[in-house]
């Protein structure tokens, strides 16, 4: 007897794109799988669909296998306890809001009627109530989401894909439906997998990160685990901090070409992961005299303003990027080719083995 | 927007182009005046009421109703097997399905002969075994409109299964529906107006079949003689007007045809 909830080992080859990933989720429990385009994300989640066979692996739900590769057994897709949300939304362009959400429920053989009262209910859950008779078409891209969630919620599935199910939205709209969605989720007794590329989303929605690279797990855990010990430059990225990549000696990191930055904690000799986040870079007109220890002079590659505050991108022998007040950024005029003494407190610096 | 960027650019206008131009369209526009010339307007009851108009008219309309069900029953199935399913050979059966497109349909007429005639490679067995003879009947007719309709139907069908997001496809089956649902309530109705174009292409080409039919079925009023077939006899027998009328009625179901699939179905598959 395996857990509930899903166990799951993919590994698949489809052209470019080779998977190999091991899943598991809890019931109740909602993961993000976060990666960039082209990791195998959305083929990872056709794959627990059954839209993909496996090469090699299994699939299973709550003790039931329904697919072990290449010799085992199949369920195919109409017969897995597994529902989707799709990027897109795919609604049946042909047919209305209310018979979109009563499709599943038709096709498990449910009389019309009946699919046609609980479609409603399912419509009025996600705020759609008076929109029943609207086709796709004549729906807003939130709206169609939202009957989107509905008919994937409406089979009462024990595990619910879904496939960057706010991509498509506008800002505006996605706050909303995000807040919608995130109130759906928690009502969903089975478990779930989300695959997106938005950290916020991720952050809101998930209560486990799972971050993919070229078909690979390069990482999971929760936010904080990705932020404090990001394990790639796209992970580093992503939660928005600076990473590099050296050789540990004594109370410093080697890093590529001349670069080397001096740290406090101690670690094991060897390839380390070093990890700065950009509100501990301080930036100078002139070469700064104190007592940090990590001191490089370097030029504005670019500003980007986000509230208050501005993401400093800085270049030379150590790109980094520094986060500082928009004050800062007026005070010492910073604007794209402005030269800049770069200082880190080795304190600031966190130092993990790779 | 472009068209009208192109009539206001400062070239001279290609003269020459033009008046071939306007040969060709000449060239495909006088025949038809001719018919409509020459037409007994006055006395078109009379023409219709002529022995043979109305039987071909009956007959057309049965016979090219049955050919085109044969079309659909066995040209959509094999037009969604060419779309989806990966066999090998799958290049040389869609190559078969586009013969009666280029065939001289006379030569159809005799292959269907060679094949199904009460000699022929299938047809000696569909007498011996089963009394049932094609060849010079009604039923013959059907076969003969339908094997020069078929690839009608199956080059649209195909390409409205080809063109179908099977992604829809793919959302219908995690919902609980398996093969035919999918088929009936998703495919189905997305490719709908492809699979109308498809069938009104066949019944105009079914209502139009000269050739295959006089070789396989030969001309017997009333049983094989169909309203082109009767076009030929009225003029062979000198009755200018009856084949005029005949020939009108297939000319307006032509235009017909070319109308509404213009405004109605073509226009989704241009995009």
């Known amino acids: ?354 | 927007m472009k068209g009208r960027d192109r009539d206001r650019s400062p070239r001279r206008r290609p003269v020459l182009a033009l008046a071939a131009a306007a040969v060709g369209a000449g060239f495909l526009a006088l025949p038809l005046a001719g018919l409509v010339w020459r037409a007994p307007w006055s006395g078109l009851a009379r023409a219709v009421a002529e022995p043979g108009v109305g039987t071909a008219l009956r007959l057309s309309l049965v016979t090219s109703a049955a050919a085109v069900a044969v079309t659909v029953v066995l040209g959509v199935p094999l037009a969604w097997v060419l779309a989806r399913v990966q066999l090998p050979g799958r290049r040389v059966v869609r190559a078969l399905a586009l013969v009666p497109l280029v065939l001289p349909p006379v030569v159809g007429g005799v292959a269907l002969l060679l094949a199904l005639g009460r000699r022929g490679l299938v047809g000696q067995w569909l007498d011996q075994w089963f009394g049932v003879r094609l060849a010079f009947t009604t039923a013959g007719a059907v076969v003969a409109q339908a094997f020069v309709a078929l690839p009608f139907m199956v080059l649209t069908a195909e390409a409205a299964f080809r063109n179908a997001d099977t992604r829809l496809e793919d959302a219908a089956r995690t919902l609980g529906a398996a093969g035919w649902t999918v088929f009936r309530r998703v495919t189905l109705p997305l490719t709908a107006p492809a699979l109308i174009a498809g069938t009104v292409l066949a019944w105009a080409r079914a209502l139009g079949e000269f050739g295959a039919t006089i070789t396989f079925a030969g001309s017997t009023p009333g049983r094989t003689t169909t309203v082109p077939l009767e076009v030929y006899v009225q003029l062979e027998a000198g009755r200018l007007d009856g084949a005029v009328v005949l020939s009108l009625v297939l000319l307006a179901v032509s235009v017909a045809v070319l109308v509404l699939l213009r405004d109605h179905w073509l226009g989704p598959l241009r995009g």
């Not at chain 1, 052209?15 to 990791?39: C, H, I, K, M, Q």
């Not at chain 1, 083929?43 to 290449?70: I, K, Q, S, Y």
């Not at chain 1, 939205?169 to 996605?174: E, F, G, K, P, Q």
Request: glycine residues 10%.
């Open chain 1, 1 to 354: 007897m395996t857990a509930p909830g899903l166990e799951a080992e993919v590994e698949l080859t489809l052209g470019p794109l080779v998977l190999a990933v091991g899943l598991s989720v809890a019931p109740g429990e909602t993961v993000a799988v976060l990666g960039p385009n082209g990791a195998g994300k959305t083929t990872l989640l056709r794959a627990l669909a059954g839209l993909v066979a496996l090469d090699r692996g299994r699939v299973v739900l709550d003790g039931e296998v329904l697919e072990a590769a290449p010799a085992g057994p199949w369920v195919p897709p109409e017969r897995r306890p597994v529902a989707m949300v799709f990027q897109n939304h795919l609604l049946f362009p042909h047919l209305s809001a209310l018979a979109n959400v009563a499709f599943g429920l038709r096709a498990g053989g449910m009389r019309r009627a009946e699919a046609d009262r609980r479609a409603r209910q399912w419509l009025d859950g996600v705020g759609l109530a008076d929109r029943g008779t609207a086709r796709p078409a004549q729906l807003s891209g939130g709206e169609a989401q939202r009957v989107a969630l509905a008919r994937a919620l409406a089979v009462e599935a024990r595990l619910l894909l879904l496939d960057e199910p706010l991509a498509a939205l506008d800002a505006t709209t996605r706050a909303a439906t995000r807040r919608n969605l995130r109130r759906h989720l928690a009502g969903y007794r089975g478990a779930r997998v989300l695959v997106t590329h938005d950290p916020v989303e991720a952050m809101v929605l998930a209560d486990r990160l799972v971050v993919l690279e070229a078909g690979r797990v390069v990482q999971e855990g929760s936010l904080a685990d990705l932020t404090g010990r990001p394990r790639s430059p796209y992970v580093a990225d992503l939660v928005g901090v600076n990473l590099f990549r050296g050789r540990a000696q004594g109370d410093r990191v080697a890093l590529a070409g001349p670069a080397e930055l001096v740290v406090a904690s101690a670690v094991a000799d060897g390839p380390v992961l070093a990890v700065v986040h950009p509100r501990s870079v301080a930036l100078y007109r002139s070469a700064p005299e104190g007592s940090a220890r990590n001191v490089w002079a370097g030029r504005v590659e670019g500003v980007d303003p986000e509230g208050a505050r501005a993401r400093v991108r800085v270049g030379g022998c150590l790109p980094i990027v520094a986060e500082v007040t928009a004050a800062a950024v007026a005070d010492l005029g910073l604007a794209e080719g402005t030269p800049v003494w770069v200082s880190v407190k080795a304190t600031e610096v966190d130092v993990y083995a790779e």
